[in-house]
């Protein structure tokens, strides 16, 4: 009964550490009287944490298999039933414990897959989508270049509202598919030169738009980031040209672009003098579809943004801005900021 | 199979299961002359068929090779892959020009469709006015201005 005893105290001290709970076991193994056993039981039930019952089971699996030793008394009879109970608790507990930690550990790889599937069926509705669309584009042009003549002005102006309509589906379809792209494709991380993606992005509106080249730029020393070159790009494009469309009806449209660092992450921050949208909605201004612009003042089809917090979550970093109506808007961004010595080095000359 | 009557020569086989594709793209052949020397399949296995000889086109030979070979990729029975695949697999074939024209500008169905020897890849515009340019100036480049193989003589 002695070597029994130190056989399961060692354990039972290696696992808790506890003097209290080494205690219990000592109780448990070298005395079967009833009182001391309820002080067991009481014991067991105040410390039933997660670690006691751990810690139960060692001790019932060895009372367990040496239990021809003890006296056959009614105490011990109850001590070992109400073992034999702990130890189908604990198996039972240890077998949930047990899947939930495998449930932990696939989740993300089960959630990765959902997500993934998700977004190819994104991908195929939007490409299914595309054939009707172009038998409406098509058509009603056909109707428009061969019959007009023969509709009224209502006739041709409802035409005219389909045709537009499609042209915003287009517009629709092709920035949900940037969407769904952006969850799939791997990033492919680099140092950044920022002001230079900023330059170039500004130089390609400017070719597109015919705003862009009225809007003042004053571009300020940006500090260095981590990031895919091309989804980056995206971003600050998306940026600058929310910035041109909301500067549109400005006198002297202006963007300011600047940077600070914090907290191991570059801030890059796009701030504009234009419409400026309401606060009390800036939880809106990163979701899919949403819109805080009547699309008759300001045209865009409400994924510009969702595609930026997008793509910055992707890098670990995140999207905010702060308004004021009538005032502007700026936006910020936050990427990695460049910190291993590899970063470092991979760095181009020209940043 | 959309057209009963296969034109005497075929300079171009249309492989395109959705009609109204079908039209817009034959609309904008009309204007090159072309409609007329296009052969219209609505889906893979037909196109095989179309361009081996067999089932309904037993009348032909693979000798019979059109000049251009325009194809979708989401097609019923055959996939579009599946026929570039055949295609290019076989030697009385594999010179046929094929061009992809696909909805999907997706970059794993141009790798794949390069790796399985599409001569061209061509995302179908949404806009009419583009779709047209664009199959007018496939049309235009392959059937005109591109030196096909020469038929083999009898």
């Known amino acids: 009964m002695f070597d029994l005893f130190l056989f399961t105290i060692l354990p039972g001290a290696v696992l808790l550490g506890s003097a209290a709970y080494t205690l219990v076991v000592t109780y448990r193994l070298q005395d079967w009287r009833p009182v001391l056993f309820v ?12 670690e006691m019952l751990v810690f139960a089971e060692h001790g019932a699996e060895r009372a367990l298999s040496a239990g021809g030793e003890y006296p056959e008394t009614t105490a011990n009879l109850l001590a070992g039933a109400a073992t034999v109970l702990l130890l189908r608790f604990v198996t039972r507990e240890r077998a949930l414990a047990e899947q939930l930690r495998d449930l932990t550990g696939t989740l993300e790889e089960r959630v990765q897959a959902r997500t993934a599937e998700l977004e190819s069926f994104a991908y195929s509705v939007s490409h299914d989508l595309r054939t009707p669309l172009r038998a ?80 003042t730029l004053d571009l300020h020393p ?80 409400g994924v510009g943004l969702a595609i930026v917090d997008r793509i910055v979550r992707r890098h670990d970093g995140r999207a905010w801005a702060e308004s004021v109506e009538q005032e502007g808007t700026t936006v910020y961004v936050s990427l990695p900021y460049p910190t291993t010595a590899n970063d470092e080095h991979d760095c181009p000359s020209y940043c | 199979m959309t057209s009963t009557t296969v034109p005497r020569t075929v300079d171009l086989l249309l492989v395109e299961d959705q009609a109204s594709d079908a039209e817009l793209a034959l609309r904008a052949l009309r204007t090159l002359d072309l409609d007329e020397r296009t052969h219209r399949v609505d889906d893979g296995a037909e196109a095989l068929d179309f361009l081996f000889g067999r089932g309904a086109y037993a009348d032909r030979s693979p000798a019979d090779a059109p000049g251009l070979v325009l194809l979708d990729l989401k097609l019923p029975k055959l996939s579009g892959h599946e026929v570039l695949r055949t295609l290019k697999a076989d030697d009385r074939t594999a010179h046929i020009p094929v061009v992809v024209l696909s909805s999907s500008d997706e970059q794993s169905d141009v790798t794949r469709c390069y790796a399985l020897g599409a001569n061209s890849y061509v995302v179908k515009p949404v806009d009419f006015d583009t779709f047209t340019e664009t199959v007018q100036r496939i049309g235009t480049y392959w059937l005109q201005t591109n030196e096909r193989v020469g038929q083999c003589p009898p």
């Open chain 1, 39 to 50: 002080g067991v039981l009481v014991l067991m039930t105040i410390h039933q944490g997660h």
């Open chain 1, 136 to 215: 409406i584009d098509g058509y009603t042009e056909l109707l428009h270049k061969n019959h007009a003549s023969r509709l009224n002005d209502e006739g041709r102006r409802l035409l005219r509202v389909v045709r537009e309509n499609t042209g915003t589906l287009e517009a629709l379809i092709d920035d949900l598919l940037t969407l769904s792209r952006l969850g799939r494709c791997d990033l492919d991380k680099r140092p950044l030169d920022m002001n230079g993606l900023v330059r170039g992005a500004y130089d390609d509106l400017c070719r597109t738009q015919a705003h862009a080249s009225n809007v």
């Open chain 1, 222 to 301: 940006l500090p260095r980031a981590v990031g895919d070159p091309s989804m980056i790009r995206q971003v600050v494009t998306q940026l600058l040209s929310n910035a041109v469309k909301f500067t549109r009806t400005e006198d002297t449209p202006h963007v300011e672009v600047y940077g600070t660092e914090e907290d191991g992450h570059a801030v890059i921050a796009v701030r504009d003098n234009g419409v400026g949208f309401d606060m009390d909605y800036a939880d809106k201004l990163f979701g899919v579809f949403e819109r805080l612009h009547n699309p008759a003042d300001v045209e865009g089809t």
